[in-house]
């Protein structure tokens, strides 16, 4: 069983900076595949960064450019370093993590992941 606890939400100005943590236990980091999806209110659930276990990633359009998902296997930490935010970025966050490969066509898709955290909440303020 893979538990996720993710910290490192706040309130930030627009245009600012924000790193969130994702700190696994019960599982090794480098042997899993994780995303970063988030949720704002009355909106579905999206994914907009992942990771495999070697380290490659992949990023939604939304954040490219602007979001960089990361991960420390000695830590078994994932992390994710939010640039330039914007108000349309507010939401609770979340990290999800699984055993199985997830290609293009599903990484992004929140019912093919089995572990989840809690949540950390994100504001932008304009």
């Known amino acids: 069983q893979v538990q996720l606890v993710e910290s490192g939400g706040g309130s930030v100005q627009a245009g600012g900076s924000l790193r969130l943590s994702c700190a696994a236990s019960?599982?090794?980091?480098?042997?899993?595949?994780m995303a970063w999806f988030r949720q704002a209110p009355g909106k579905e659930r999206e994914g907009f960064a992942y990771i495999t276990d070697y380290g490659n990633t992949a990023y939604a359009d939304s954040v490219k450019g602007r979001f960089i998902i990361s991960k420390d296997n000695a830590k078994n930490t994932l992390y994710l370093l939010m640039n330039s935010l914007k108000p349309e970025d507010a939401a609770m966050y979340y990290c999800?993590?699984?055993?199985?490969?997830?290609?293009?066509?599903?990484?992004?898709?929140?019912?093919?992941?089995?572990?989840w955290g809690q949540g950390t909440q994100v504001a932008v303020s304009s």
């Open positions: 999800a993590a699984d055993r199985s490969f997830r290609g293009p066509w599903d990484r992004f898709n929140p019912s093919k992941w089995n572990y």
């Open positions: 019960g599982y090794t980091l480098s042997n899993l595949y």
